[in-house]
Structure formats: structure tokens, C-alpha cells
């Protein structure tokens, strides 16, 4: 059974402050996919990155980055210097062997101007 | 281009209405994807395409009849539904719904937002 685990509800931030989301995942695939979407007020989920259990490089987009840790099982999120576009609820998610993508509970964050 | 599209973006209907969400997408996906999300919760899958097959349907009452007329187009069929099938339901779409790497990959549509009377 995959599990994704997003343990912080709400976060609110000052614009311009770093925010980190914390994802703690279970599974007992080797292989496996971890995602991060991002669900603004308007609905629609919006991919923002992929990492496969074969590839523990961090990665940087932009204000955007990602710490894949596979020996505390983390996928954790950071967003630097803060927007109020930045408001929105972010999901963490797994794929393993069942084909079906497992989402944590999310995180809601808001960003104060 | 990652898009999908869904009409309408909302529907209010009663209990015993017939309605239909439609949702569609050109980027050549062979999987395409039904989920429910009620407020401040995770999307729950309802429904898989697989080349145009139904691959999971995930106990979803009879009340929801998905069809897949081809590979860029998924229908939500919807009859005597209850106020708490109210939410939002998003459609999604991937080059596979298995295989490894970026094929996997779930791209959303905005999502109809739907009102049960």
C-alpha cells in the first residue's frame, strides 16, 4: 500500500519569507514516482515536478526546489522569497506498482502581502 | 502543450436530472482519468481509461456512468445523483497509466465544479 504523508495543514507566510513543505511517503515498490501539484482557488491541479526512486538529485526551478531524501522516505518542497501567487494548496503524491496515484492530504499555504 | 479541458465549469442540477461533464485532450494520452475532490481534501480516483478501455473504477455507484468515445475525449454521465456527490470532479490524462518515466505523468483539467439540489 503506498502512503503519502503531508503533516503541516496550513502554513502562512510574509511575502518574501522561504516556505519548506514537508512529504513523508510509504512504500514497498522499488520503483516508484513521486509528484508535487500545486491547486490554486481556481481548481485545476497543476503539475510542477516528477522524481523517480532511482534518481535522488535535487532539483532547482526557479524559485522552486526539491530535497528527495530515499533514506528518511522525503520529497520536500521549498518555495524561496515568497508570493502571494504562491497561495494555494500543494499536494504531494506517489505511483508505485498499483498504478494509482496516492495523494497526501495537502498543504495549504497562504502568502501574506 | 499539457492541456485538458472540461465543460462546463459548473452545473447545478437536481436529483432527477440527467447531465453530462465532458473533458478533453490533444496530447496524444492513451490514459485518461476521472477523480472526485470534495473541499479541502485530496482528489479520489473514480475512474481509468486505458486506451480507450475502462482499466479501474474504483466502486463508484452506478449513478456515474464514465464513457470514452475515443482516445481525446472522456464523458462523466450523470443520473439521479445525491447532494453529497456535490465536489468538484477533475479529469486527467497521461501517456500511460503504466510503463516508467514521464509517461506516467497526470495532467489536470480545471474541473467542473457540480452542485446537487
Known amino acids: 500500500a503506498q502512503k503519502v504523508t503531508q503533516a503541516q495543514t496550513e502554513i502562512s507566510v510574509v511575502e518574501k519569507e522561504d516556505v519548506t513543505l514537508d512529504c513523508v511517503y510509504e512504500?514497498?515498490?522499488?520503483?516508484?514516482?513521486l509528484f508535487w501539484y500545486k491547486q490554486p482557488p481556481s481548481g485545476e491541479l497543476v503539475f510542477l515536478i516528477r522524481r523517480n526512486s532511482f534518481d535522488e538529485q535535487n532539483e532547482i526551478s526557479g524559485r522552486y526546489s526539491w530535497n528527495f531524501q530515499k533514506s528518511t522516505s522525503s520529497f520536500n518542497f521549498t518555495i524561496t522569497a515568497s508570493q502571494v501567487v504562491d497561495s494555494a494548496v500543494y499536494f504531494c503524491?506517489?505511483?508505485?506498482?498499483?498504478?494509482?496515484?496516492?495523494f497526501g492530504k495537502g498543504n495549504q499555504v497562504v502568502v501574506i502581502p | 502543450d499539457t492541456e485538458v479541458t472540461q465543460t462546463p465549469k459548473h452545473l447545478v442540477m437536481g436529483m432527477t436530472n440527467k447531465k453530462s461533464l465532458k473533458c478533453e485532450q490533444h496530447m496524444g494520452h492513451r490514459a485518461m482519468y476521472w477523480y472526485k475532490q470534495k473541499a479541502k481534501k485530496p482528489p479520489e480516483l473514480m475512474f481509468v481509461?486505458?486506451?480507450?478501455?475502462?482499466?479501474i473504477n474504483e466502486s463508484v455507484p452506478s449513478r456515474f456512468s464514465p464513457e470514452c468515445p475515443n482516445s481525446s475525449l472522456l464523458n462523466l454521465h450523470l443520473h439521479a445523483l445525491q447532494p453529497e456527490d456535490s465536489a468538484l470532479y477533475l479529469c486527467?490524462?497521461?501517456?500511460?497509466?503504466?510503463?516508467?518515466?514521464?509517461?506516467?505523468?497526470?495532467?489536470f483539467g480545471p474541473g467542473t465544479r457540480l452542485l446537487v439540489l
Open positions: 481509461y486505458s486506451y480507450e478501455k475502462l482499466s
Open positions: 503524491a506517489l505511483k508505485g506498482g498499483n498504478n494509482r496515484l496516492a
Open positions: 486527467a490524462s497521461s501517456y500511460s497509466s503504466e510503463g516508467s518515466g514521464g509517461q506516467e505523468t497526470q495532467y
Open positions: 512504500t514497498r515498490d522499488t520503483t516508484y514516482y
